[in-house]
């Protein structure tokens, strides 16, 4: 659980607060990226997401499976 959280904050932070707070920065990224085509970059960013995305699910995930775990107990 806490590496899916450390994976989802990078992401997060990666994509919301440097493109939002600190968007020179994020150009700086994307222009120091091994790839010259935008087409490349921009499969590069989709799959940032996906990942946020599968994270952000499997954190949901397993809390609802041990919310569910106790109440069945209690």
């Known amino acids: 659980m806490a590496v899916l959280s450390?994976?989802?904050?990078?992401?997060?932070?990666?994509f919301l607060f440097l493109g939002t707070y600190f968007p020179q920065a994020y150009e700086l990224v994307f222009e120091k990226m091994p790839w010259a085509d935008n087409v490349?970059?921009?499969?590069?960013?989709?799959?940032?997401?996906?990942?946020?995305?599968?994270?952000?699910?499997?954190?949901?995930?397993?809390?609802?499976?041990?919310l569910l775990k106790s109440i069945q107990r209690g």
Do not use: N, P
């Open 6 to 14: 450390a994976v989802l904050a990078a992401d997060l932070s990666f």
């Open 40 to 66: 490349e970059k921009t499969f590069a960013i989709i799959v940032g997401l996906v990942i946020a995305t599968i994270t952000s699910l499997s954190i949901a995930y397993l809390i609802i499976k041990r």
